[in-house]
């Protein structure tokens, strides 16, 4: 069973707000993925705390 949230992000490139969906349930991950209005890859860090609550963050692929 996928469980996909949206989030909104700005974008680390243009910082235009943009809304991605995240897979909750997989646990930690880290993939990137395209701003969907300039296009520059956006790495997404995906971490899990004790308590199973959810962070994410993005970065440029430069950083």
Do not use: W
């Not at 969906?21 to 296009?39: A, K, N, R, T």
């Amino acid at each position: 069973m996928l469980f996909q949230q949206e989030h909104a992000f700005f974008c680390p490139f243009c910082g235009e707000l943009i809304d991605v969906l995240v897979d909750e349930l997989s646990g930690p991950q880290s993939y990137y993925e395209d701003c969907s209005v300039c296009c520059s890859p956006i790495l997404f860090i995906i971490t899990e705390n004790d308590a199973g609550e959810i962070s994410i963050d993005t970065k440029r692929d430069d950083e």
